[in-house]
């Protein structure tokens, strides 16, 4: 599927991912099969507390920031399912310490106002096409 963890590396362009989503189409019968197999085995295991320890840790929202091209629309506020965003004097403020990290606000801010860190600004963003068409 399409990737849209920009917070840690730069993602795929839209005509990429476009191509992703094309292929996945054609494979989605034979990964669910497969997913279903993962789903039965158990969790456990070091590695498994280990992810989940780090996942814990990465859920911190401190290194979300916004430029000054933020045009003050209110998106990221009304789509955050987190309620972790409230806009103050028109710019988003992440009120919460740790969110799900579900990357809707930096995705589809529709100016890339939103970074996380200093290493964003000049990543590709991802949409999927369903929301972007307004759905
Ligand atoms: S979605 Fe982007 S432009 Fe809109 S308020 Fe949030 S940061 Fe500003
Ligand atoms: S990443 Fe998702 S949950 Fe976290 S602040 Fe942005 S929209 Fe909200």
Redesign the pocket.
């Known amino acids: 599927m399409p990737d849209d963890t920009v917070f840690y590396y730069n993602i795929k362009t839209a005509e990429q991912s476009s191509e992703v989503l094309r292929k996945a189409e054609e494979e989605l019968e034979t990964i669910c099969e497969e997913l279903d197999e993962v789903m039965k085995r158990p969790a456990r295991g070091f590695a498994n507390g280990l992810n989940r320890s780090m996942y814990h840790l990465s859920m911190s929202?401190k290194k979300?920031n916004v430029t000054d091209d933020c045009i003050h629309c209110g998106q990221?506020e009304r789509?955050?399912?987190?309620r972790?965003?409230e806009l103050r004097e028109g710019k988003p403020v992440?009120v919460k310490s740790r969110?799900?990290?579900?990357?809707?606000?930096?995705n589809r801010c529709p100016v890339s106002a939103i970074q996380y860190g200093n290493g964003t600004k000049k990543r590709n963003r991802y949409v999927n096409p369903i929301l972007a068409n307004g759905n």
């Open positions: 929202t979300f990221c789509i955050c399912p987190e972790a965003i992440w969110c799900i990290k579900c990357t809707a606000c930096i």
